[in-house]
């Protein structure tokens, strides 16, 4: 098992496979100009797969794949299918915003994966269209929909609630759990991207999100379980779907933080408002011995701050683009 200085249990790895994305969310990427990561400086699919089954040897049994957008990248469901065979992997789950999910989500099923989550700022195509500058809601719907049918359980549908841009779909989001098996997560707006600029006043925080939501009807509680991570479990009653909340920017869950992050040109990085890195892809590249990486992972343990530090007067915002650490 894998312990930090400050005793926590580190058992997750978060891995974007690409920094590329498919949409230009506005509070993630500007749309233009974003500076890219060559594709011979990206970690090959079986570099990373070396390091999962390494690191899956000290203690990490929980993988998440993220992005930029992860089904952008060719070969994707393969991938899944060998990491999922990967001894000690208890737990496979990937992020998406969903667009090409309609034609992967049967293969990612068969390939292993378990669990899925599904970025969804807003249920109208117009606002879909002015958040993203992409015009693909129909698409990512399409997408939820194969995801409930070929079974992915379960399907967690990840909002961002911004002031005076989404905010009034806070409730029509949370009515979905009442018709579908989704379980919708509101997460608090974080100054971590480099999109239109962050204010402290655009967040919704998750004791006024909740509010709105016991507004609704009555909040009963659900049990969390081992993969749950930060984010509080609801039911509105006689709903189907769950309620998720997540406030990394008001209640501060940096005690029970539990995760690594992997960067798609290889660096591990132990905080996501941290820009300390620590390099892989060199020592694989170099000829490293599996003991060497071991001793990367056990470097990062070491190092990995104690929380982060929104809010206070120390914050710098991170340097690199949320896309390229994996959100
Ligand atoms: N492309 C995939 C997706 O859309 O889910 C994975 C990468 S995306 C960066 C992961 C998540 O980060 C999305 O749910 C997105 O809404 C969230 N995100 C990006 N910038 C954020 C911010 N400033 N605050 C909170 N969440 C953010």
Redesign the pocket.
């Known amino acids: 098992m894998l312990f930090d200085p400050y005793k926590r249990k580190i058992n997750y790895l978060r891995i974007s496979v690409t920094d590329r994305?498919n949409?230009r969310?506005r509070?993630?990427m500007p749309e233009e100009g974003i500076p890219l990561i060559p594709h011979d400086e990206m970690l090959r699919y079986e570099e990373i797969l070396r390091i999962v089954r390494v690191f899956s040897e000290e203690g990490i049994s929980k993988v998440r794949l993220?992005?930029?957008?992860?089904l952008i990248r060719k070969g994707l469901v393969d991938f899944v299918a060998k990491l999922s065979q990967i001894e000690g992997i208890e737990d496979l789950s990937l992020?998406?915003?969903g667009i090409l999910l309609k034609d992967f989500a049967e293969g990612l099923k068969e390939a292993g994966l378990k669990r899925i989550?599904?970025?969804l700022?807003s249920l109208k195509r117009e606002r879909f269209y002015q958040i993203t500058r992409r015009d693909d809601f129909e698409r990512v719907w399409a997408g939820i929909e194969e995801a409930m049918r070929v079974g992915l359980a379960p399907i967690k549908i990840?909002m961002?609630a911004i002031r005076g841009v989404n905010d009034d779909e806070i409730e029509p989001l949370a009515r979905l759990t009442l018709r579908f098996p989704l379980t919708i997560r509101y997460?608090?707006?974080?100054?971590?991207?480099n999109g239109e600029e962050?204010k402290e006043n655009d967040i919704l925080t998750i004791p006024q999100i909740k509010n709105r939501l016991g507004n609704m009807g009555q909040l009963i509680p659900v049990p969390s379980d081992q993969w749950d991570g930060p984010a509080k479990r609801f039911r509105i009653e006689g709903a189907i779907g769950e309620i998720g909340l997540i406030g990394p920017v008001s209640s501060h869950f940096c005690e029970d933080c539990n995760r690594l992050r992997l960067t798609p040109d290889g660096k591990i990085r132990t905080c996501l408002f941290s820009d300390e890195e620590i390099d892989v892809k060199e020592l694989l590249r170099k000829g490293g011995r599996d003991r060497d990486l071991k001793d990367r992972l056990l470097l990062a343990l070491r190092t990995k701050p104690e929380k982060h530090h929104i809010n206070t007067y120390s914050f710098r915002k991170c340097q690199r683009n949320?896309?390229a650490i994996?959100?």
């Open positions: 994305c949409l969310c509070y993630c993220t992005g930029g957008e992860p992020t998406t915003n989550n599904i970025s700022d990840n961002v997460i608090e707006y974080m100054p971590s991207g962050w949320m896309s994996g959100g």
